[in-house]
Structures are given as C-alpha cells and as structure tokens.
Nanobody, 124 residues
C-alpha cells in the first residue's frame, strides 16, 4: 500500500513561488504516473499537472501552463510541483496522487492513491 505525503505548502504573495513535494512510502512509485490536483473552498477538485512513470511526458492544465512544472526523482520516491508566478486564484489544497497504470490521466477517478493535501494560500 503506497502512502503519499505532501509538503511545501504555505502562504506566499502574488508573484511568488513555492515548491511542493510528494514523498511516497510503503512501496515504490517508480512505475506509477503521478499527478497533482487542487481543491479550492466551495469548488470541485481539479487537475493541475501529471507526469508519466519515466518522467518523459508531462501534461498541465491550461490555467497553470507556463507557470508550474512537475518533475520526479524515482530514486527518492518523490514528485515535485514547482509553482512560479503564483496568483490568488491558485489558492487551494494541493493533493498528489499515484496512478498504477503509469500513463497520464487528468481525471481523479483514475488515480489509485492520494495524499492528505497541503494548503497553498496566495495573497494579493
């Protein structure tokens, strides 16, 4: 059973940067595709970014394209989300998720494991 733990959230001013980490334990995520989702108060969880098991392909939501970068270090069993040029509308709880099929998915139901989330708040 894979457990995922996110970290790196916090309060930042608009235009600032944060780097989220998602550390896996209880098993290797080396063959898993990984994704980041977010959920703002009163809104549904939405896709942010995903990366294939090898890291060879990535995919982003239009709202974060060019500002966020997803990456992974399989040796460390960790996935990252570098967030630059943050906007107040990026405020949400950010979740990482693991998909055992290994290919990119933008729909949450395709993911098998989820972390507990980390809060990101961007002030204007």
């Amino acid at each position: 059973q894979v457990q995922l733990v996110e970290s790196g959230g916090g309060l930042v001013q608009a235009g600032g940067s944060l780097r989220l980490s998602c550390a896996a334990s209880g098993g290797t995520i080396r063959t898993y595709a990984m994704g980041w989702f977010r959920q703002a108060p009163g809104k549904e969880r939405e896709f942010v970014a995903a990366i294939t098991w090898s890291g060879g392909s990535t995919y982003y939501a239009d709202s974060v394209k060019g500002r966020f970068t997803i990456s992974r270090d399989n040796a460390k069993n960790t996935v990252y989300l570098q967030m630059n040029s943050l906007k107040p509308e990026d405020t949400a709880v950010y979740y990482c998720a693991a998909d055992a099929k290994g290919s990119i998915a933008t729909i949450s139901v395709f993911y098998d494991y989820w972390g507990q989330g980390t809060q990101v708040t961007v002030s204007s």
